[in-house]
Each structure stands twice: as C-alpha cells, then as structure tokens.
C-alpha cells in the first residue's frame, strides 16, 4: 500500500498540483456601476440611464445580480434588474454578462412602482467593451423582447449601443 501511496504522489508531483490557480474561467469577480448614453458620448438632458452589476464565477458558475435603470424626468423610470447566469471575457477584454430578468419596474412621475410582464423571465444582458479607438467606452445592452423584435442568448455579447458618460467597471482574476 505504501508503494502505490508514493507512487501516486509521485505521479503527482511530476504533473503539477491537482487543482492550481484558478485561471480566467474558473474565478473571475465584476464589479460596475456606469452612466451611460444612449444617444451619444455625452449625458442626455432630461435622463439618467445607469447599470450597476455584482457579478462573479467560481468553478465556471457564474452569480450575481445586474440593475438597468432608466430615469425620464418627464415620464417616470422604468428599472430592470436580471439573475447573473454567465459572466464571459472575450479575448478583446469585453465583459458579457447574461441571465434571466427577475423582474421589470415601471413608476411613473407621481405614480406607483407597477411590473411589467409578471411571470415572464426573457434573457437581458449588459457587454462592457474596452475603450475604443475614439477613446470612448461602450456598452451593450438588451433584453430579449418579441414587440422588438430583439434576442438576447446566455452568455452572448451584445453590440455596443451606449456610450459610458462616467463611473468604471473593475474586472478581479
């Protein structure tokens, strides 16, 4: 017994630890909270859209929680907020994250907070791009919604549609 006991370690030690640092895959921790635009690198008057995540992935599972919000001073604001089932990072450096909407928030201006679509839990995802030749950081973000015509896959990048006003996203390996 004593043979295969260091026979095995032997083995072992010659292939390198069983489990070593975990790589890009398996632990990976976002951290963002962005103003963004979507009508261009400066802030919209009459707006505030902003995303916060609080994501990360362990042994390739991936968790955490993700808030879109969209404020219109005239009309009210409507806030999506969806599960982290993916956090991905391209071989550009774009960030993806991706799961199933917990649930959309509309408050009108003096109204009451009122949800949207009970019971349906379509994909969203938010990709953080790096800056881009402009010097500008983008943001992709959608929801899967048949009205529109849009679908959002798990763990798919989605193409840059905002611009990053102000706050930082922090990606820890």
Known sequence: ??????????????????????????????????????????????????ARVDAWTVAGHARGHAVVQHVFEQSG????EFDVDCLTVDKTGAITVTGPISQ??????????????PGEHPEAGLTFYATDEQHQRRVGW????????????RCGALPASLWVVDGGTVLHR
């Open 142 to 153: 959608d929801r899967t919604d048949p009205q529109r015509h849009s679908e959002v896959f």
């Open 77 to 80: 604001t409507v806030r999506a």
């Open 1 to 50: 017994m004593r043979k295969l006991t260091a026979a095995i370690a032997a083995v072992a030690l010659a292939a390198g630890p069983a489990s070593a640092a975990p790589g890009p895959a398996d632990h990976v921790a976002l951290r963002s909270w962005t103003l963004l635009s979507d009508h261009g690198p400066g802030p919209t008057p009459g707006e505030r859209l902003t």
């Open 104 to 117: 959309i928030v509309a408050t009108p201006v003096g109204g009451e907070p009122y949800v949207l679509g």
